[in-house]
């Protein structure tokens, strides 16, 4: 789950209206501390990704996350996207040493270095999972049986750090060579991208207010 960083009961109408949804709605509260979060709450954050490209850029950035706040990254987000070739991961893969050093100079990116040759040899072995299986959608989604988990949280405390499925997924990864995909980050990751639906069930983005065309 995004990190709150605002109390549970905080009003969503004291913020900036974000036009997605009606501000007499009951967002995540993990999204109210600015109008960028509710932005990506309400547009992106849980609805199912089946795009290689995007999958990609989700795991970049959550590998880049670890240890920092979700809005430090997302303010960094069009950076990583014109420094890591638009997220393409076979360019990415090409990156060279004298390349990630260029990055690592550049304050719009976290320039950590394991974050950033982790990046490049996450992007190799991204390419040989598409190699295996496809495309690394047809690879990830097997993890959660080919559709969502809709759980129905009704609070934040009920929403763990990880599961099951992103322990297995996350193990995978780990044995397939790639770097910063944790459990927690692989479920941050399945949360992102529409794997597993953890919007509270009086959110207006639960799947299943979604699917009545809320």
Known sequence: MRPSLLTANCDVRALSPHPTQPMNETRCPWCLASTAYIAYHDDEWGRPVHDDRVL???????????????????????NYRRLFAGFDPAKVARFTPARVERLLLDPGIVRNRQKVEGTVKNAKAFLEVQKEFGSFDAYAWAFVGGKPIVNRRQSMKEVPASTPESDAFSKDLRKRGFTFVGSTILYAFMQAVGMVDDHLVDCPCHSGKLRKGR
């Not at 959550?62 to 240890?67: D, F, I, R, V, Y």
Request: charged fraction near 20%.
């Open 56 to 78: 990609f850029e989700f795991l970049v950035l959550e590998g880049a996350q670890a240890g920092l706040s979700w809005s430090t990254i997302l303010a960094k987000r069009e």
